[in-house]
């Protein structure tokens, strides 16, 4: 049995996606990039900026489903830059200070929108 | 009237198994696998089970003893790769064996072909689902990086 989640303080979705999908204890995040979630555009900013946003909007959908950052247990990070690696590294540190998800991280040619950055989580509730 | 009784009841066991199904994924346990030397200032961990699921972080050809990237080509890399994968693995408590799917990240798609001979040597039988396609560029210049997750038996 599957529930759909979406989330009212998360953008609303780019494409024909649930912005996460629980199935069997287990959530699915969309791949989330820097949208402001007021005007539904790509965030002015750099690296640093789409990458806090991405992770705001990753948490967002997280409490709409009623997950917190603590249950992410997986993540892949997408880069248009792999030269961004250690920026998004330090604002990614921020949201995940202890017991950090397993990760993937790599630069892929293109991203949606132009985003420099775009994250998706695989989250587990913990006891 | 009968027909709404029964309508009642579906409707009160469909809500009954319901919960009872929530109640059953309502929240596992949390272990974090990392090694004496993993570096802190790295923002992941190398695996993370949840329950019986294990989700392995992308692994590249570090050399485990230096944390530097080993030198060679796409075939070390590649060997070197799969074993930081086994070593992560087992050190959580889990086989080669027990790994249900993996994703392959490569800088060349012409390194398909040599990636899957040597893959075949970690995998020998009952592969994992997979998934695999070249990407822009790899942290720290690696040629390959491979994640997965395993479900224990």
Redesign the interface.
């Known amino acids: ?1 599957k529930r759909i989640i979406s989330a009212k303080n998360a953008p609303a979705a780019a494409g024909p996606y649930s912005h996460a999908v629980e199935a ?3 959530l699915f995040v969309s791949g989330q990039v820097a949208l402001d979630p007021a005007t539904g555009k790509l965030i002015n900013g750099g690296i640093r900026e789409q990458t806090e946003q991405a992770l705001r909007n990753i948490g967002a959908i997280l409490k709409a489903a009623g997950y917190s950052y603590a249950d992410v ?3 892949t990070v997408l880069l ?3 030269e961004d ?1 250690k920026t998004m ?1 330090e604002v ?2 921020k949201f ?1 200070p202890s ?11 293109e991203l949606p929108l132009g985003a420099l950055i775009e994250i998706e989580a ?1 989250a ?4 | 009237m009968s027909r709404l009784f029964v309508l009642l009841i579906v409707t009160a066991m469909f809500f009954w198994s ?1 919960n009872t ?1 929530s109640e ?7 272990r ?1 696998i990392t090694f004496e030397n993993t570096p802190a200032s ?7 089970e ?2 019986n ?1 294990l ?4 692994q590249i050809a570090l050399d485990p003893s230096t944390g530097k990237l080993i030198e060679g080509g796409f075939e070390e890399q590649t060997r070197q790769t799969l074993s930081n994968l086994k070593a992560v693995i087992e050190r959580a408590g889990y086989k080669l064996e027990d790994v249900v799917r993996c ?1 392959v ?1 490569l800088t060349d798609i012409n390194n398909y072909t040599p990636m899957n001979r040597i893959y075949m040597e970690f995998f020998p039988s009952d592969p994992p689902a997979r998934m695999a396609f070249a ?5 720290m210049g690696a040629l390959i ?1 491979i ?1 997965a ?1 395993a479900v224990k038996k």
Request: net charge positive; aromatic share 10%.
């Open positions: 049995m069997g204890g287990i247990v997986k993540s248009s830059n792999i690696f590294n990614y540190s995940f017991d950090q998800p397993a990760r993937v991280a790599y630069a892929v040619k695989i587990v509730k913990s006891k | 319901c199904v059953k994924h309502e929240a596992s346990e949390r974090i790295r923002p992941y961990s190398p695996a993370v949840a329950g699921m989700f392995v972080s992308g994703t990240l990407v822009r560029d790899l942290p990086e994640d997750i």
